[in-house]
């Protein structure tokens, strides 16, 4: 498949270690999600070739511009590598602190909470199982517009009871599901996390 798609970002980190979500959720203008996210695209840059979905807002954050942004890329690179290592959560957490504090003079929380935990173990988990190719997620948000040749789509039950009943233009959720269900040009697919 091309590209995975749901109407939430949480339900594409779940599936399964083989998709590698463009985004960790809404862009909240958290420092630490914007961290996070730094450190996201350097992942989506090298498995697609394109930044994460939040990235610009995630520079915002960080109050760091794009050449800054640029200066990063290479130390950012160096995390990733050590993500893939051995090293300690709390070690790459400290590690992803100096390399941004380089450039910003935010303050970034010292301490490595299970949100930070939870995004850097996601991290590795796509690192340790990009031997196969990752399959980009995306929202149906993110998808609007876009077509791919084979889509996969993720569904809740609730999702799919929808479908059974009908959908309906009324329903923003449902208007949603249509986006996602209507991207490929050539096949649709309903994937569960078994099937990754």
Not at 1 to 24: C, F, I, N, R, T
Not at 64 to 83: F, K, W, Y
């Amino acid at each position: 498949m091309d590209v995975l798609l749901a109407l939430q970002w949480k339900p594409l980190w779940e599936v399964g270690s083989h998709v590698l979500p463009l985004a960790y959720g809404s862009a909240k203008g958290h420092i630490h999600e914007a961290a996070c996210t730094l450190l996201l695209s350097e992942l989506t840059q090298r498995a697609f070739g394109e930044n994460a979905t939040f990235y610009n807002d995630a520079l915002t954050t960080l109050g760091i511009d794009h050449e800054a942004g640029q200066r990063l890329r290479s130390p950012l690179q160096a995390i990733v590598t050590d993500l893939a290592g051995t090293m300690t959560i709390a070690e790459i957490w400290t590690a992803l602190n100096t390399v941004i504090a380089s450039e910003t003079d935010r303050p970034l929380p010292r301490q490595c909470n299970y949100t930070h935990t939870a995004r850097l173990e996601n991290l590795r988990a796509r690192l340790h199982a990009s031997a196969g190719q990752l399959v980009p997620g995306l929202t149906a948000h993110q998808a609007k517009g876009r077509e791919w040749e084979t889509v996969g789509v993720h569904l809740t039950g609730a999702e799919r009871e929808s479908l059974r009943g009908g959908l309906s233009s009324d329903s923003e959720d449902h208007r949603k599901l249509y986006v996602a269900l209507t991207r490929a040009k050539r096949m649709t697919t309903v994937v569960s996390g078994e099937a990754l």
